[in-house]
């Protein structure tokens, strides 16, 4: 199914306006309210949202991350929540991975992901590192607030509606 490109890039266009809208409202919302991150530690859940809700409106775009980062969120926010024994967080996390390729692989199927996409492997490589980093106590202090409070998905999906704003305007000239 081919597309033109005016349809691309109204496609590009509606997602980076929602991406920007989501995370000005997250940013606004951690602003304004101040929730506290041991209470919601939905940082990086909110964050994988955003991705899969703009992702909707141009779906190669984002799905990858998207969908990695939503599930990976979620054995966050039971870990820290509180909700995993310590001694499962770790094949919480593994099976997140695992069912964040596997709607990879479905996303593929349907033809939204292309081969050879290197997202996944980036975004599982990342999630190690910063796991090493955080076993070695080598991780800034703030590190864990911040990804756990509403600023890290505000300031994420902002950035990236604007790299996409931008990559969408210079693509069209």
Do not use: C
């Amino acid at each position: 199914m081919v597309k033109d490109v005016t349809t691309m890039h109204a496609q590009e266009q509606r997602q980076a306006y929602a991406l920007l809208l989501i995370g000005i409202i997250l940013l606004l919302t951690a602003w304004l309210l101040h929730p506290n991150p041991t209470n919601y530690p939905v940082g990086i859940l909110l964050l994988g949202v955003g991705m899969l809700i703009s992702s909707l409106l141009n779906p190669g775009r984002l799905v990858i991350a998207g969908s990695l980062t939503t599930v990976l969120g979620i054995a966050v926010f039971l870990a820290f929540k509180g909700l995993l024994p310590a001694n499962q967080i770790l094949p919480a996390y593994i099976i997140a991975l695992g069912i964040g390729l596997l709607i990879i692989a479905i996303a593929a199927r349907r033809g939204y992901v292309g081969r050879g996409a290197l997202s996944p492997a980036i975004i599982v490589l990342g999630v190690g590192l910063i796991q090493v980093l955080l076993a070695a106590h080598l991780t800034p202090p703030g590190l864990i607030p911040f990804a756990l409070s509403l600023w890290l998905p505000g300031l994420g999906l902002l950035l990236l509606g604007i790299i996409y704003f931008v990559t969408a305007q210079r693509v069209r000239k």
